[in-house]
């Protein structure tokens, strides 16, 4: 009799659990074990794979392929990160007060964040292509001689930065707005009366009690950028020579087009490793400067 | 305090004081401030503007300088010489197909599951939850080899099953619906257990239909995810036949690498529902990729 309902219960339970969990296991879980495993690996995926150890690692160390990746990303994440926030803070603060209008502005921001990538990217390339895009035929209106955009080396990435900052402002934005419209107006109106001027309260009211949603969106946008692909894929392809490789692209030009399929899993973890990283140290910096009411 | 409210509400409030407060709302700096406003709404909506520009310019105008802002005659043969060029409804129905598979089977999936969460009661539970909490920490470059080796062991490659297979559980869906879950009520799944009926019935017939809102929430977040995902698609692809949207579009301005007014032709295309989805649905799609901070 227990038996019979303990089983029935267990039964209802796999009944339930089992649809998310056994693709959770098979596709993220399983591949993720078994990402660690071919990282020690050196496999073409015709010849049978052979154990090299720590190998992959070490010469990823020593890799100035690797290295520049890792350079541009790191770039990417310099220009982008406060481009993005600084932006997006701006216009949450523009919208955070009763206004006509106010939810058509709010949406029109946000237009570009529900857009993919590839067809942000592909119409950014065309606004900066260097010959007839409208970007230096503007420029040149004025008396500026644009620049070569995702043509010039020096250039590529940083057209990258502006297509990715201005996809991401509207997502910044709404996060920051919430937490912006969290903060009662009795602090500001207290600040009012003792004689704070505007810089006063943004700097002791408004900062610290917006500080949880800006921890938050600095966490994702900064996970986000160390994973930066779909841009650099469609608007440069890594190029011109290299200059904009990233991280993730040569993850998948390694294991896709060199099939390099060991190699290509010891980056994925160098990379995750990377990300695991500086979230916790983000997590643990908070502390000194999160606010939490 | 909050511009809009005028001077008529000054009465309720101390006067010097909302005279200090309301100092940068004077019209002059309502004139500034929707300057700005209107300012960034040009530079969010102007690439989308010329995007729907170039589609219907004529390639002899294609490279004019300066560019001319609206092409004249429009050329709306543009639309069709890419369809005809190019499998573009191919690749809008495989989206579709992918979109519309993933979306419902990560719904169910991750309902089922976050009620197993919130309203069963098992041993390990909570240690689950938590491995279910990991993986959204996983990102899908950290899996993206070995889950192509395991496609192509088990002959999916360039498939339709390769495609949807990966996307058809959410641990941010269960994690997601399980706080909505959370927040019902116990009385109404008890009279359903009082009546004799079981942790079945209760799901279909109490804890889903109170859970609309979350359940859109999640369900236009994953159509939107799948629609605009392009790593993997790209990655397990490799005919035209079964290139999704963003994969082909990326495809064919290789192709076509001059032809900007029939890229742009292709970009408006696939941009189409999901702007129909966000007019129709504002509130969910903003609430979704809030909480997830959705990439792509």
């Known amino acids: 009799m227990v038996g019979d309902r303990g089983w029935r219960k267990q039964a209802i339970v796999a009944l339930f659990l089992l649809p998310s969990l056994l693709p959770l296991a098979a596709f993220t879980l399983g591949p993720m074990a078994a990402s660690f495993g071919l990282s020690f690996l050196k496999w073409d995926l015709l010849r049978p794979p052979t154990f090299v150890g720590l190998r992959n690692y070490l010469n990823l160390a020593t890799d100035p392929d690797f290295r520049a990746a890792v350079l541009h990303t790191l770039f990417f994440i310099v220009g982008y990160l406060p481009l993005v926030f600084v932006g997006g803070l701006g216009l949450a603060l523009l919208l955070n007060r009763r206004l006509r209008g106010s939810a058509f502005f709010r949406a029109a921001y946000f237009l570009p964040v529900i857009t993919s990538w590839v067809v942000v990217s592909l119409v950014w390339k065309w606004l900066l292509n260097p010959q007839s895009g409208i970007v230096n035929a503007a420029l040149a209106a004025i008396g500026i001689t644009g620049p070569g955009w995702w043509t010039d080396p020096a250039w590529a990435m940083p057209s990258i930065i502006l297509a990715s900052a201005w996809k991401d402002l509207g997502y910044v934005m709404v996060i920051l707005l919430a937490g912006l419209q969290a903060i009662p107006d009795d602090y500001y109106e207290a600040a009012a009366v003792d004689g704070a001027g505007a810089w006063a309260r943004f700097r002791h009211i408004t900062l610290p009690l917006l500080s949880p949603s800006t921890f938050f969106v600095l966490i994702i946008s900064l996970i986000n950028s160390f994973q930066v692909f779909d841009q650099v894929y469609v608007m440069t392809g890594g190029g011109p020579a290299g200059a904009s490789s990233v991280i993730v692209e040569r993850i998948v030009k390694y294991a896709f087009s060199y099939s390099a399929m060991g190699y290509a899993s010891a980056m994925s973890w160098v990379l995750f490793a990377v990300i695991l990283l500086v979230t916790l140290l983000q997590f643990r910096l908070q502390r000194r400067w999160v606010n939490y009411a | ?296």
Not at chain 2, 65 to 79: A, D, F, M, Q
Not at chain 2, 226 to 233: C, D, G, H, I, T
């Open chain 2, 1 to 296: 305090m909050r511009s809009g409210e005028g001077l008529g509400l000054t009465a309720t409030r101390p006067i010097a004081l909302r005279a200090r407060l309301s100092a940068h709302h004077l019209p002059i700096a309502n004139v500034v401030l929707y300057a700005l406003l209107v300012t960034v709404a040009l530079v969010m909506l102007f690439p989308f503007a010329w995007m729907v520009a170039t589609s219907l310019t004529p390639d002899a105008q294609l490279f004019l300088t300066p560019p001319r802002l609206i092409p004249s005659p429009l050329e709306p043969g543009n639309y069709a010489r890419v369809a005809e060029t190019f499998p573009l409804l191919r690749f809008v129905l495989n989206s579709l197909v992918v979109a519309a598979v993933c979306t419902t089977l990560q719904v169910a999936t991750s309902a089922m599951g976050a009620y197993a969460f919130a309203r069963l009661r098992f041993p390990g539970r909570d240690a689950l939850f938590l491995v279910y909490l990991a993986t959204l920490m996983v990102p899908l470059q950290v899996t993206i080899v070995p889950l192509f080796v395991e496609m192509r062991f088990l002959g999916f490659v360039d498939t339709y099953p390769g495609l949807i297979l990966p996307g058809i559980a959410s641990a941010f869906g269960t994690f997601l619906l399980r706080q909505a879950f959370l927040e019902l009520p116990h009385e109404l799944e008890e009279a359903v257990f009082l009546d004799g009926g079981g942790h079945w019935t209760a799901f279909r017939h109490v804890v889903l239909p109170l859970s609309g809102p979350a359940l859109a929430t999640f369900g236009i977040f994953a159509f939107m995810a799948s629609w605009n995902s392009f790593l993997w698609p790209l990655v397990i692809t490799s005919t035209q036949g079964h290139m999704t949207l963003p994969v082909g579009l990326s495809n064919l301005q290789g192709q076509y690498a001059t032809a900007w007014n029939l890229v742009m032709a292709g970009a408006t295309v696939s941009v189409l529902p999901i702007l129909a989805v966000y007019l129709v649905a504002q509130r969910y799609v903003v609430r979704g990729v809030a909480l997830s901070g959705l990439k792509g």
